[in-house]
C-alpha cells in the first residue's frame, strides 16, 4: 500500500491577514483593551490567626491599591484554611467574610460564609467569585481588603491562606499603559 503525503509548506497566500472573523493577539487586544488592558494577576497572602481574631476592628489588605486612575477587578477566590490544632469559635450568623474595595465600609465584592468553614476542625476549602449580578463601579486607587462582617471571633490558631485571581485595570477610554 502506497502512503501519500502532502507538503503544506509549498502553500501560498497565507501571509495576509484576510480573515477579520478569526482571532489574532492584536485583533484581540484592540477588541478588549478598553476592559481588559492587564492581563490576570494572582497574588498569595497568609492571614494569620492573629489577623483573623481581629479581622472585624481591623480589614486585612490582600491586594495594594494600584495607583492613580487604575482600579483592582476580583475574578475569584480560593480560601484555605490550614487547621492548626484549635478550631475559631465565636462564630455567629452574619459574621461571615467578605472581600471589598478599600475599607470596612468599602463595596463588597464576594462574601464566604463563615460556618462550616472556619469553625472547622481539619483543612477547608472554599472558592468565592464576585457576587454582584449587576454592574460594579470600580473603586480608583483602592486595595481589596478581607474583613470580618460583625463581631469578632474569640479563640482559633489556623492560618488562611487565599489565592486571588485579579485584573488591573485603567480607568480612562484610550488611556494606554507605557
Known amino acids: ?29 484592540e477588541r478588549y483593551a478598553p476592559l481588559y488592558d492587564g492581563p490576570l494577576q494572582t497574588a498569595m497572602v497568609t492571614v494569620s490567626s492573629a489577623e ?5 476592628a481591623t480589614p486585612k489588605t490582600l491586594i495594594a491599591a494600584p495607583g492613580g486612575g487604575k482600579a483592582l477587578i476580583l475574578v475569584a477566590a480560593e480560601l484555605w484554611l490550614d487547621y492548626n490544632g484549635a478550631a475559631y469559635a465565636g462564630i455567629a450568623a452574619g459574621e461571615d467574610l467578605t472581600i471589598k474595595y478599600s475599607n470596612a465600609a468599602g463595596a463588597t465584592l464576594a462574601t464566604i460564609e463563615t460556618t462550616g468553614f472556619l469553625d472547622a ?24 481588603v478581607l474583613h470580618l462582617l460583625t463581631g469578632e471571633i474569640t479563640t482559633g490558631d489556623s492560618p488562611l491562606k487565599l489565592r486571588l485571581l485579579y485584573r488591573e485595570i485603567t480607568l480612562a477610554w484610550g488611556i494606554e499603559d507605557g
Request: no cysteine; aromatic share 4%; hydrophobic share 35%.
Open 121 to 144: 476542625t481539619a483543612d477547608a476549602l472554599r472558592y468565592v467569585e464576585p457576587t454582584t449580578t449587576a454592574a460594579i463601579t470600580p473603586v480608583a486607587n483602592a486595595p481589596l
Open 1 to 29: 500500500m502506497r502512503v501519500r503525503t502532502k507538503s503544506h509548506g509549498a502553500l501560498s497566500g497565507l501571509d495576509g491577514d484576510d480573515h477579520a472573523q478569526y482571532h489574532t493577539d492584536e485583533r484581540g487586544d
Open 52 to 56: 483573623l481574631l481581629a479581622l472585624n
